[in-house]
């Protein structure tokens, strides 16, 4: 049975260990640890990414992959959380780190459940990821030959649970540098080609925010110049763009560069650009094994079973691209990313109580 104060205890253990992308040895090593004491063979790679394993208990073969991720958005550390009226927060100044710890959790709390309870279960493989926040990179730099679940669920969604993520978008990474030409910019402005004013020109003709209900496109990052009395010669921007139609997204993706070379050309000014491709779109279908097992596992249990597309990616999105196809389940966390964040306690034991029913009749 689900340990409702353990599973609180756990999360707030976990979210007072400070785990910024880029910072997570110490969770690392402590995620290791527990997963160890839960009678887990564990492994962390070069990367912290921790991988645990539990045999099998009902004479299973095909393992199933639990999925959370350890880092924690921003740069936010010192996170204290306090619980107000049965719902956790931070006391305001910092995100709580629900993102994804909530769902690290709850992957602890079902095995110790079902351990204590003897439950029969397949065997099991838990990935806790790092570095999830800045483009999967944990995922991604993650040996999947090391893995040999061909299914799972990965605990990384917020919204009622019993929502289930079948969808998620692929995602382009821009990068452009603006190149004007330096000048003072009180004794002979004239000479100069004011590199912010370029970028600024370029990024007003792109069509961003919601371009439609599968497509969305970003600059979220825009820095340059060096004082008021020198017309700034460069100027850094970062963006992004994702859509679940990969036809979509080319479109868009061109359209951002269009504009940065348009405004480029019309002021004399030169551009460099880089694309990458983060991570590709895939689409379970609601038939599919792991979607039917959670749509019959949170009937069972008095959920609304819900399936939806997402607007963001997870490591669901790695994992398929090597034939490891994962629902997204939901934690119950809320305004991620904010320092409005929360979590209710009893989504996140519902959640638990789902997970654990779900891998009972895998």
Known sequence: MINSERLVQTFLDLVVIDSPSGQEEAISRELARRCAALGAQVERDEHWNVIARWRATNGATDAVLLSAHMDTVGQDTGIKPQIRDGVIYSDGTTILGGDDKSGVAAILEVVASLREDGRPHP????????????????ARLLDKGRLTARRGYVLDAGGPIGGIVTSAPSQDSLEAWVHGRKAHAGAEPEKGINAIRVAAEAVLAMPLGRIDFETTANIGII????????????VYLKGEARSRDDLKLAAQTAAMTAALEGAAERNDAHVELKVKRMYTTY????????????????????????????????????????????????????????????????????SARLLEEIVANC
């Open 123 to 138: 065997p099991l493989e838990a990935v806790i990821s790092v570095s999830e926040e800045v483009g999967l990179r944990g």
């Open 223 to 234: 820095q340059g110049g060096e004082a008021t009395n020198i017309v700034p010669d460069k």
């Open 283 to 350: 689409k379970l279908a609601e038939d599919h094994p792991v979607v039917a097992t959670a749509v019959a596992a949170a009937r069972r249990l008095g959920y609304t079973p819900t399936i939806k597309a997402s607007g963001g990616g997870t490591d669901a999105n790695i994992y398929a691209e090597h034939g490891i196809y994962c629902a997204i389940l939901s934690t119950g966390m809320a305004a991620v990313h904010t320092a409005n964040e929360h979590i209710a306690i009893a989504d996140m034991v519902a």
